[in-house]
Nanobody
Framework: QVQLVESGGGLVQPGGSLRLSCAAS????????MAWFRQAPGKDREFVAS????????FYANSVKDRFIISRDNAKNTVYLQMDNLEPEDTAVYYC????????????????????WGQGTQVTVSA
């Protein structure tokens, strides 16, 4: 059974940084695209960033481009999200997702393409 466990969230001041991690077990992690999504109170879950199985191809939401970096370590079955220059608008619960369908090209940014989800980690950006 696939299990994804996010960690690294917390409270940070505007302009600060956080690094999220998502550890996978029981899955074909090394073959699958991974992504980060986030959900703020009262809002739908939205795409943040995705990365293909090898780590070569990435895709970002416009709102986080040039501030966030997604990466992965297949030897550790872990995907990361480095978040810099955080803004209050980044406050949300952050979830990682795993896409078990083989695809070519840019990793998907569509929520429906991700089959497995973690429980989420809270990120709060506030002075």
């Amino acid at each position: 059974q696939v299990q994804l466990v996010e960690s690294g969230g917390g409270l940070v001041q505007p302009g600060g940084s956080l690094r999220l991690s998502c550890a996978a077990s029981g899955s074909t992690f090394g073959d699958d695209a991974m992504a980060w999504f986030r959900q703020a109170p009262g809002k739908d879950r939205e795409f943040v960033a995705s990365i293909n199985w090898s780590g070569i191809a990435t895709f970002y939401a416009n709102s986080v481009k040039d501030r966030f970096i997604i990466s992965r370590d297949n030897a550790k079955n872990t995907v990361y999200l480095q978040m810099d220059n955080l803004e209050p608008e980044d406050t949300a619960v952050y979830y990682c997702g795993e896409d078990e369908t083989p695809r070519v090209g840019v990793p998907s940014g569509r929520r429906v393409d991700y089959d497995c989800w973690g429980q989420g980690t809270q990120v709060t950006v506030s002075a």
